[in-house]
């Protein structure tokens, strides 16, 4: 099968619900035929348990997702969210706002999780219906009735993941949400990686280091599946001194359908030679 038919796989109990009430004969009551399936019990597959994870990992060879990250670390020190706080960021007036560190924040810590578990999540299907909604709008030009915020926020403030076949969207539903992208690999928070806006071009090929951050290709694995992808934010890579602003590496968070790679990129390479602004001192200087 095509590799967008995972999304299919993680669908809400909802949409799950509504495919099985549009697709499936009813009978002659007019009932769905099933008694057995709907789309919590899809839910239930589609989120492994606990148990699944530890007995697969329990395999020889040790399987790939199962060497780091299973849960939280009780040997990690677990900071406030306090320890940080948002004010116009060092890059200059065109970053916008930035989060610094209140204190010293040592390096592997865990930097106000309690606030960055409760994420706001955008599945595929509901990405999809933006974009739609977006493109509509813009082939119209019914500026009366489409607002930009929507789009803005999740193309702004989301890490786009591709490992559920489509493009999916996390926003940290805290400050972690204002940490700016660290240009040529000066980030010290978040995805760790070598690649950066002036390593590579955006009509390259993906990198394979993105790739592999930002896919799953094996049919099955419990553990990944039960990873969440909002922790990054909130693990400094280095130790951060107080007064030093946090920063992530937003290759980190581009999805992979065509052409989406190609856009992200080149924006972040215009952004880092100050050739452009950010998405969000942009919309709020033209909304002025």
């Not at 002659?28 to 789309?39: I, R, S, T």
């Not at 890059?91 to 390096?107: H, Q, S, T, W």
């Amino acid at each position: 099968k095509k590799y967008d038919t995972k999304a299919d796989w993680f669908d809400n109990p909802a949409v799950v619900n509504y495919k099985i009430r549009s697709r499936v004969v009813p009978t002659k009551d007019n009932q769905v035929p099933l008694h057995y399936f709907d789309g919590p019990t899809m839910a239930s597959y589609a989120f492994p348990s606990k148990q699944s994870e530890v007995v697969y990992c329990r395999r020889e060879p040790t399987p790939q997702g199962c060497m780091e990250h299973r849960g939280f670390d009780q040997t990690r020190a677990n900071l406030p969210i306090s320890m940080l706080e948002v004010k116009p960021s060092s890059l200059g007036e065109n970053a916008g706002r930035g989060v610094f560190a209140k204190e010293d924040i040592p390096a592997h810590s865990y930097v106000g999780l309690e606030r960055l578990v409760h994420t706001v999540y955008v599945e595929p299907s509901t990405y999809d219906i933006i974009n739609s909604w977006y493109k509509y709008n813009h082939s119209t030009f019914d500026a009366e009735h489409y607002s930009y915020s929507l789009e803005m926020y999740v193309d702004a403030y989301g890490h786009a993941f591709s490992d559920r076949g489509r493009i999916h969207i996390y926003s940290d539903a805290s400050i972690h949400t204002f940490i700016n992208h660290g240009c040529k690999s000066s980030n010290n928070v978040g995805h760790n990686l070598t690649v950066h806006e002036s390593t590579e071009n955006a009509g390259n090929d993906i990198p394979a280091e993105i790739l592999k951050v930002k896919t799953r290709p094996y049919a099955y694995n419990p553990s990944t599946d039960r990873k969440p992808h909002f922790y990054s934010s909130g693990v400094p890579l280095i130790d951060i001194a107080q007064g030093e602003e946090l920063f992530d590496n937003y290759l980190g968070m581009t999805g992979l359908t065509t052409g989406y790679w190609e856009i992200e990129f080149a924006g972040l390479k215009a952004q880092c030679d100050g050739t452009d602004l950010g998405y969000v001192k942009y919309y709020e200087t033209t909304k002025e």
